[in-house]
């Protein structure tokens, strides 16, 4: 299902979060089976039909599974979606590189700057990284925005060890 047709929102990245939203209330109103006393539509039907809607609106949401999406619904016949890790080596040292970063800064005076630095360098990557994603989606390079949402989410698994090691600190 294309959830950006659901919603009547752009296939982009980069979307109207408040017209996802008062769309998403649209939607609810008409087919959730507590606020539709209709009976042109069966309740089990509605209930199906709200739970599509529930899915799309926290897919499109998040700026992660929303590009996920965008791949799924551009992806050609035979394109499988999940990257062979040994095809993505480069991807590999950094993110070893990166870890072994949070691991140094571990060992370091003055932890909570430096990891706060750390973490405003990770999220100008990954922001980085979701700009050269968007170019890739709109060329039709979906084997390359594959590849690049792939980098994406080891940069979110770095961004999270290394928020949990802020929150020790604090």
């Given at each position: 299902?294309?959830?950006?047709?659901?919603?009547?929102?752009?296939?982009?990245?980069?979307?109207?979060?408040?017209?996802?939203?008062?769309?998403?209330?649209?939607?609810?109103?008409?087919?959730?089976?507590?606020?539709?006393?209709?009976?042109?539509?069966?309740?089990?039907?509605?209930?199906?039909?709200?739970?599509?809607?529930?899915?799309?609106?926290?897919?499109?949401k998040?700026?992660?599974?929303?590009?996920?999406?965008?791949?799924?619904?551009?992806?050609?016949?035979?394109?499988?979606?999940k990257?062979?890790?040994?095809?993505?080596?480069?991807?590999?040292?950094?993110?070893?590189?990166?870890?072994?970063?949070?691991?140094?800064?571990?060992?370091?005076?003055?932890?909570?700057?430096?990891?706060?630095?750390?973490?405003?360098?990770?999220?100008?990557?990954?922001?980085?990284?979701?700009?050269?994603?968007?170019?890739k989606?709109?060329?039709?390079?979906?084997?390359?925005?594959?590849?690049?949402?792939?980098?994406?989410?080891?940069?979110?698994?770095?961004?999270?060890?290394?928020?949990?090691?802020?929150?020790?600190?604090?």
């Amino acid at each position: 299902m294309n959830y950006f047709k659901l919603f009547q929102l752009n296939q982009e990245l980069k979307i109207d979060k408040k017209k996802l939203k008062k769309n998403f209330y649209i939607l609810q109103k008409k087919y959730h089976p507590d606020l539709n006393l209709k009976k042109k539509i069966k309740k089990k039907d509605q209930l199906l039909i709200s739970i599509k809607i529930n899915q799309g609106y926290n897919i499109l949401k998040n700026k992660f599974s929303r590009a996920n999406h965008l791949l799924d619904i551009n992806k050609k016949k035979n394109f499988y979606k999940k990257n062979n890790i040994t095809k993505n080596k480069d991807i590999l040292i950094e993110k070893f590189n990166l870890y072994e970063e949070i691991q140094k800064i571990k060992k370091k005076p003055n932890q909570l700057i430096k990891i706060k630095n750390f973490i405003k360098k990770i999220k100008k990557k990954k922001n980085l990284l979701f700009l050269k994603f968007n170019k890739k989606i709109k060329e039709k390079k979906i084997e390359k925005a594959n590849k690049i949402l792939f980098h994406i989410s080891f940069i979110y698994k770095i961004l999270n060890k290394a928020k949990n090691f802020k929150k020790k600190l604090k």
